[in-house]
């Protein structure tokens, strides 16, 4: 359906995996090999109307819902897997042995572990506070996407450090570090990147209407010899032409009262040079 962004017009439907037509294929990955990663064929599949989910073409608010208790519950795994890497590594540390004495009472190996320390406790508050908003309703998408990209990072760096503590057998398949390691690759990946989370949390901030002078003009020229002039329209058109929707989509979600120069409705796209800049 033509709603306008891209995301708008798909529907939700609930399908019995029973069904005649239906393809699951295993696709071997990198790490995460406990629960597991196919792809899922469609082909000639038919469910009825009541297998709708929510409301016709707004599929996306089920997806969105379900992406916050899933960014939710995978940061709070990836806090706990982070912590049993972070153990092993301070046992390992404290046992190992060089130049005559323990590892970790290097000072390089010791400001390893303060930083992962903070990383921890941090990440451990923010699950707890974002969880707390959540039952009380208060949860906003820029909090979800906080929690997944900070926590996402944290676990990734939190297994770096650990595998280069332990050097070569971390490097090697016998220890279990390998296994964290792999694992917390995906955690900026999967359920939406670390990139993807950062053009959330800024899309909150009212900045997406900041363009740079030297371009604006050019992008204004570029709409108005294609007769695009009301943004409405410019938005939906835009969508075809690679280089030009991010810039223009969240125009109508923009709150206009935070700037003095800004216009009710875009009319003429040259009035996006009337806009401050930063």
Not at 94 to 108: E, L
Not at 210 to 228: D, L, P, Y
Request: net charge positive; charged share 25%; aromatic share 12%.
């Amino acid at each position: 359906n033509d709603l306008g962004k891209k995301q708008l017009g798909i529907s939700t439907f609930l399908v019995d995996t029973k069904l005649p037509g239906i393809e699951v294929r295993k696709i071997p990955t990198l790490g995460q090999h406990s629960i597991g990663t196919t792809e899922v064929t469609f082909t000639d599949v038919r469910v009825s109307n009541t297998a709708v989910l929510g409301q016709l073409d707004h599929g996306w608010a089920v997806c969105e819902d379900t992406l916050r208790y899933e960014r939710l519950c995978l940061s709070a795994v990836r806090i706990g897997a982070a912590r049993r890497a972070f153990e092993y590594a301070l046992d390992y540390a404290k046992t190992r042995h060089q130049f005559g004495k323990p590892i970790s009472s290097f000072q390089v190996t010791q400001h390893k572990f303060a930083d992962m320390k903070v990383m921890l406790d941090t990440s451990f508050t923010m699950i707890r506070r974002y969880a707390w908003l959540m039952e009380n309703g208060k949860a906003e998408r820029a909090d979800t996407a906080v929690i997944k990209y900070y926590i996402g990072e944290s676990y990734k760096t939190i297994a770096d450090m650990c595998l280069q503590i332990l050097g070569g057998y971390g490097y090697s398949m016998e220890y279990p570090m390998q296994r964290f390691f792999r694992d917390s690759r995906l955690a900026t990946i999967g359920g939406g990147t670390s990139e993807i989370q950062k053009n959330i949390i800024a899309s909150t901030l009212g900045i997406w209407i900041f363009m740079q002078k030297t371009r604006s003009w050019q992008r204004a020229q570029w709409f108005e010899q294609r007769g695009w002039n009301c943004h409405k329209t410019m938005i939906s058109r835009a969508s075809n032409s690679d280089g030009y929707q991010k810039q223009y989509e969240l125009l109508p979600t923009i709150d206009y009262s935070l700037h003095d120069q800004a216009l009710s409705c875009l009319n003429d796209v040259k009035e996006i040079e009337k806009f401050p800049l930063s």
